[in-house]
């Protein structure tokens, strides 16, 4: 099978949501009690960034590296592409969760096209949401070399998600791993057939007949 790797595309999207506080006209003159003003609530995002960048502040960083491939029907290595990695929200992992189960439960037959541009545009739109919330220097991009190894440096203590996708020319296999960073580094982090998130024909590709 001749597959070739490529990085999932770095897209903006989604315009982020704003928060109006309105005062209480008049209060003072008809002795109607202010409204007072409530306090705004972090965003799942907002939260993540903020615990991401105190680690790093702290020095409380490890180093990821692993590898990617898959095995069926031939071994083929994740070879010359790219991995992401994302904070982690668990937003995003619940809206993630549906796609995952769809594929399993269709006996992980590649799926159509459209499901993998919907995974495309959660991720495109978490990435968004995360630069907006002042952690764009914490998403991180590593190359794979011909062997499918990747390493990523410095990052810091906390939930990330490993993302990157594989094509061949009838479908996209499609990874988002969840990666909790602790106290030490950890072992090697192994892409492969058995933590896919799905896999999607290629637009035109027809279904595999059942």
Known sequence: MNTRSRGWLKMAALAPFLVGLAACAGAATTGTPAVKEQPVTESPVQRAVKELLANQAAGRVRTLSGA???TAPVAVPLANGEVSLLPLTPDLEAALAPLARRWLAGRRQPLPFEVFQTAFLHLTAHRVAVGRAGGEALIRFAPTDDKGRFSFQQVPEGGWLLV??????????????????????SPP??????????????????????
């Open 68 to 70: 990617g491939f898959v």
């Open 164 to 185: 990157a996708d594989m094509s061949s020319p009838v479908s996209t296999l499609l990874w988002a791993v969840p990666v909790e960073v602790g106290t030490t580094d």
């Open 189 to 210: 982090l192994f892409l492969v057939d058995g933590n896919l998130l799905l896999e999607a024909r290629k637009p035109d590709t027809p279904a595999p007949a059942r």
